[in-house]
């Protein structure tokens, strides 16, 4: 099965400016996350979606972030207006419905990340 | 709440040589536990988890962890490392409130494995 595809890989961009990440998750994964890893620190928990409904929304740091999942498929994060900070690499992940039993449904499945550089 | 802690940045092994890399825990609860590698221009990849059962947890490429409750620890190893074993490595816990996978990560460990 295809894994999780996230876009773009690398993003440079100015601070005030707007980026958009994209990520696709397995086919009929309806979790999909997203983290941050930043500056070499911890990974981070951005955001929990179950299909198109934002399941938690915790760690989102402030209101020029944006998640959606129209349609329950793939994701975007929007950043509006990028600072400094927010430049790392953000991760989105996915995994099966729990009723997939623990086993499966335990385990994220990452993509390679997208790394946004704010200059 | 749930926290993890990777006390080494870098861990350095010469080849052939046994590997360990720190992890411990602070969960209320049982801990759902997992290790993550990440090798360069790659996505984080899923390498064993301890949800329940025996405490030596087998996975991908060779590697092990040992669970030990009383030091809330979670030690990842491999009994003889390879230099493509050169990568960084995540140390995670179920954060499991309303049953989902909210993964709580350390800093990460970097492993450099010299021939």
């Known amino acids: 099965e295809a894994g999780v595809t996230q876009f773009p890989s690398h993003s440079v961009i100015e601070k005030g400016q707007t980026v958009t990440l994209r990520c696709d998750p397995i086919?009929?994964?309806?979790?999909l996350y997203w983290y941050r890893r930043v500056m070499g620190k911890e990974i981070k928990f951005l955001l929990h979606?179950?299909?198109?409904?934002?399941?938690?929304e915790s760690g989102m740091p402030n209101n020029r972030f944006l998640a959606e999942r129209t349609g329950g498929t793939y994701s975007t994060l929007k950043v509006q207006p990028a600072e400094l900070e927010d430049s790392g690499v953000y991760f989105c992940?996915?995994?099966?419905?729990?009723?997939?039993?623990?086993?499966?449904?335990?385990?994220?499945?990452f993509g390679a990340g997208s790394r946004l550089t704010v200059l | 709440a749930q926290s993890v802690a990777q006390p080494e940045d870098q861990v350095n092994v010469a080849e052939g040589n046994p590997l360990t890399v720190k992890c411990t825990y602070s969960?209320?609860?049982?801990?759902?536990l997992f290790w993550y590698v990440q090798y360069p221009n790659r996505g984080l990849q899923f390498l064993l988890k301890?949800?329940?059962?025996?405490?030596l947890v087998k996975g991908s490429y060779g590697f092990e962890a040992e669970f030990n409750k009383s030091q809330t620890s979670f030690h990842l190893k491999k009994p003889s490392a390879l230099v493509s074993d050169s990568a960084l490595y995540f140390c995670?816990?179920?954060?499991?409130?309303?049953?989902?996978?909210?993964?709580?990560f350390g800093a990460g460990t970097r492993l450099a494995v010299h021939p």
């Open positions: 992940a996915s995994s099966q419905d729990l009723r997939a039993g623990p086993r499966r449904a335990n385990v994220l499945t």
């Open positions: 086919s009929g994964h309806d979790n």
């Open positions: 979606f179950v299909k198109e409904s934002k399941q938690d």
């Open positions: 969960v209320s609860g049982n801990p759902y």
């Open positions: 301890y949800i329940t059962g025996d405490n």
């Open positions: 995670a816990v179920r954060d499991g409130i309303g049953g989902y996978n909210k993964l709580i």
